[in-house]
Each structure stands twice: as C-alpha cells, then as structure tokens.
C-alpha cells in the first residue's frame, strides 16, 4: 500500500471509530457495515496490483476506489461524516460480486484482511443495499458502475 493509500485508510478507520464513540452515533443500526469500510478499501488496493485479477476488472475496481476517496458521491462523507460511507460499501460489495463471477474466489479471500468471511459480508451486504442506502439509490449506484 502506497503512502497516500495508507494515510486515506488509516483516516477512514479513525473517522469511522471516533464518530461511532460519540454517543449519539454509536447505537446506528449500519455500526458493523460502517467498521468494514477500511477493511474494504484496503481490499480493494490490494486486487488492484493481484496479477490474477484481470485488467478489465481492475479498471472497475479503480472507479471504486476513486469513489471511496471522493468526498462528493452521491452520499457525500464532507455533509454527512461517516454515515456517507454506506454508499461506497454497498457498491464495493456488488463490484467484488462481480469479480467474483470472473475470477477464483480465493483470490478476494487471500487478500482480505479483515476478520470475517469476506464471501459472506459480501452477500450481506448486498442484501442490506436497499434498505441502508435505499432502493432509489441502489438502483444509480448499480447503473452507474455497470456501464
């Protein structure tokens, strides 16, 4: 992991953690899909530079990655702090589905740093989609990384 990389993923994580230990914020019901943000992102630098993922699908996985840096998506961290991070999630999930399609599932699971089965939190999470973010949005979000 490059040191921009690094740094972006250190923030989230520490974004993330204070915003959830602030007493209003910590009994949010999306608290377990929001820690995964990281971890996720951290995933996704790491396929990008896997010899066994093909070009084409690092190219996606790139477009996800400048969508998690970026503070305005379509729910912008820079309005909303960590919460805004839900959006980047749920379409990481449906785009490591997709690879998922292409390639030996290993692959994910052998770059995966996080604690829980990356194959299962995947499926979670796609099922939750519709209700974290809401269908409207779901919906953008699938059109718009499917091109």
């Known amino acids: 992991m490059n040191k921009d990389t690094k740094d972006f993923y250190q923030k989230l994580r520490s974004d993330i953690k204070i915003w959830l230990e602030n007493g ?10 929001l820690l995964l943000a990281p971890d996720l992102f951290h995933l996704l630098t790491k396929l990008t530079i896997d010899p066994e993922v093909p070009a084409s699908k690092k190219v996606k996985i790139a477009g996800i990655i400048a969508y998690f840096i970026s503070p305005l998506d379509f729910l912008p961290e820079i309005l909303l702090g960590p919460i805004g991070y839900l959006d980047d999630i749920a379409i ?28 299962v939190l995947i499926k979670t999470i796609i099922a939750n989609a519709n209700s974290m973010i809401g269908s409207g949005l779901w919906k953008k979000l699938i059109k718009t990384f499917t091109r």
């Open 24 to 33: 209003k914020n910590s009994n949010t019901k999306w608290a377990d899909f």
């Open 92 to 119: 990481t999930a449906y785009v490591l589905n997709d690879l998922i399609n292409d390639v030996d599932p290993k692959i994910i699971q052998r770059n995966w740093a996080g604690e829980r089965d990356i194959l």
